[in-house]
């Protein structure tokens, strides 16, 4: 694809799990490390990421759907005590005590093993003073607020908007709306940058959006109903990317 130009844009929104930080590798990293350090006697690591695995497929793509919902926007807990309790289940294991410990532990460690992507950071330093930037993100409210401290992202950002904040996500396109207003501009003036299609590139797309779509090994997996590849009869993005550092000569800003 040639590289498109966007000197036109004015401002920048990001999403940010698997674009800026790669979440689901600190993910599957913080469930291993939780059930080799308190996973159930009998069950190795191993099996307990498969049974985690299938229990996910099942109660993870329509949790949106469900009551969980509401208590998933405010907190992350509940919903992953869930799936724990759910992956014991299919260990044969009835044991909501451990299913907390286990939950508290995995999230300990997916925290811990979180980081800025190389050219996220090299990116948000160039633009940071040179464009207004702009956050968008779905997931629980106190999740992603401590996923931000902990990749130390906040001050680079005029406007985050978060899932568990708004009481709705992308690819709602209020959520877009809302960006817009934020920064007082048309949707042609802004550019979003996100590794998901149909999450990131095609709401924006279909709003009149400048879209950068990144495609990234740590991509999200197809179970999260966020498909690794364009459907054909869909919108093409301004641009694909594999760094975020491509992004910048379009914009009129040299590169790194």
Same mark, same amino acid.
């Given at each position: 694809?040639t590289?498109?130009d966007?000197?036109?844009v004015?401002?920048?929104?990001?999403?940010l799990d698997d674009?800026?930080?790669?979440?689901w590798?600190?993910?599957k990293?913080?469930?291993y490390?939780?059930f080799e350090r308190c996973?159930?006697?009998g069950?190795s690591?191993?099996?307990?990421?498969?049974?985690?695995a299938a229990?996910?497929?099942?109660? /993870?793509p329509?949790?949106?759907?469900t009551?969980?919902?509401?208590?998933?926007?405010?907190s992350?807990n509940?919903?992953?005590?869930e799936?724990m309790?759910?992956a014991?289940l299919?260990?044969?294991i /009835?044991?909501?005590?451990?299913?907390?410990?286990?939950?508290?532990?995995?999230?300990e460690e997916r925290?811990?093993?979180?980081r800025?992507?190389?050219?996220a950071? /090299?990116?948000?330093?160039?633009l940071?003073?040179?464009?207004?930037?702009?956050l968008?993100?779905?997931?629980?409210?106190?999740v992603?607020?401590?996923?931000?401290?902990?990749?130390?992202?906040?001050?680079y950002?005029?406007?985050?908007?978060?899932?568990?904040?708004?009481?709705?996500g992308?690819?709602?396109?209020?959520?877009?709306?809302?960006?817009?207003?934020?920064?007082?501009l048309k949707?042609?003036?802004?550019?979003?940058?996100g590794n998901s299609?149909?999450?990131?590139?095609?709401p924006?797309?279909?709003r009149?959006?400048r879209?950068?779509?990144?495609?990234?090994?740590?991509?999200?997996?197809?179970?999260?109903?966020?498909p690794e590849?364009?459907?054909?009869e869909?919108?093409d993005p301004d641009?694909?990317?594999?760094?975020?550092r491509?992004?910048?000569p379009?914009?009129?800003?040299?590169s790194?």
């Amino acid at each position: 694809m040639t590289s498109p130009d966007l000197t036109g844009v004015r401002a920048v929104y990001f999403d940010l799990d698997d674009t800026l930080c790669p979440y689901w590798e600190a993910s599957k990293f913080g469930l291993y490390r939780a059930f080799e350090r308190c996973g159930p006697v009998g069950c190795s690591p191993d099996d307990m990421m498969h049974f985690w695995a299938a229990a996910f497929k099942e109660f /993870a793509p329509k949790l949106k759907e469900t009551a969980w919902y509401e208590r998933y926007l405010k907190s992350g807990n509940p919903t992953r005590v869930e799936q724990m309790r759910r992956a014991l289940l299919h260990a044969e294991i /009835a044991d909501l005590e451990l299913a907390q410990k286990l939950a508290d532990t995995y999230a300990e460690e997916r925290d811990k093993a979180l980081r800025l992507f190389d050219d996220a950071a /090299a990116v948000l330093k160039t633009l940071h003073g040179k464009l207004p930037l702009g956050l968008i993100t779905n997931g629980p409210a106190d999740v992603q607020r401590q996923e931000i401290a902990t990749i130390g992202v906040e001050k680079y950002f005029d406007h985050i908007f978060i899932e568990g904040e708004l009481g709705f996500g992308k690819p709602n396109p209020e959520v877009l709306h809302r960006a817009e207003l934020a920064v007082g501009l048309k949707p042609e003036e802004l550019l979003f940058v996100g590794n998901s299609y149909a999450q990131d590139m095609r709401p924006s797309i279909l709003r009149g959006w400048r879209t950068a779509w990144v495609r990234r090994p740590s991509d999200l997996p197809p179970t999260l109903n966020m498909p690794e590849h364009k459907p054909e009869e869909a919108p093409d993005p301004d641009m694909v990317v594999a760094d975020l550092r491509e992004i910048l000569p379009s914009l009129g800003l040299g590169s790194l």
